[in-house]
């Protein structure tokens, strides 16, 4: 994108593939969407050199998200997570297809509980039913 920014030109040509993907008819390659759009957040927080502070994560931790992606269950402790929530996605997701494989109970596309209910919460979480008792 001639006369713009790095930063600005890579933001606009990720979100034309974001769309590209969710546009598609085929659920899995739609999925593929929240891929594009991570990485694509990875390369701006290089390219603006910004770091995140270290968070304390606690033992048998459930992550609950908006939207969960694959690199964000990677960057948790071994051991330490034990299951997932995410209010977007679905089983066709990287993160969910990552969860599988690392044996832990995923539930997305949750939308009948907020977010904020969970914080702090003890959950029971069924990944095969994709329920979600707090």
């Known amino acids: 994108n001639a006369g713009w920014d790095a930063p600005s030109s890579l933001k606009m040509v990720v979100e034309s593939y974001i769309n590209q993907f969710r546009s598609?008819?085929?659920?899995?390659?739609?999925?593929?969407?929240?891929?594009?759009?991570?990485?694509?957040?990875?390369?701006?927080?290089?390219?603006?050199?910004?770091?995140?502070?270290?968070?304390?994560?606690?033992?048998?931790?459930?992550?609950?998200?908006?939207?969960?992606?694959?690199?964000m269950l990677a960057e948790f402790p071994h051991g330490k997570l034990q299951g997932i929530i995410s209010m977007r996605g679905s089983n066709n997701s990287h993160?969910?297809?990552?969860?599988r494989a690392m044996g832990l109970p995923a539930v997305m596309g949750v939308t009948d509980v907020p977010l904020s209910l969970l914080g702090g919460k003890e959950i029971l979480l069924d990944g095969y039913s994709g329920e979600v008792i707090v």
């Open 24 to 71: 598609m008819d085929d659920p899995y390659m739609q999925e593929r969407a929240v891929d594009v759009e991570d990485l694509g957040n990875r390369v701006l927080g290089h390219l603006f050199n910004t770091s995140r502070a270290p968070v304390s994560i606690p033992d048998q931790a459930i992550l609950v998200a908006e939207e969960v992606s694959a690199s």
């Open 95 to 99: 993160a969910a297809i990552l969860a």
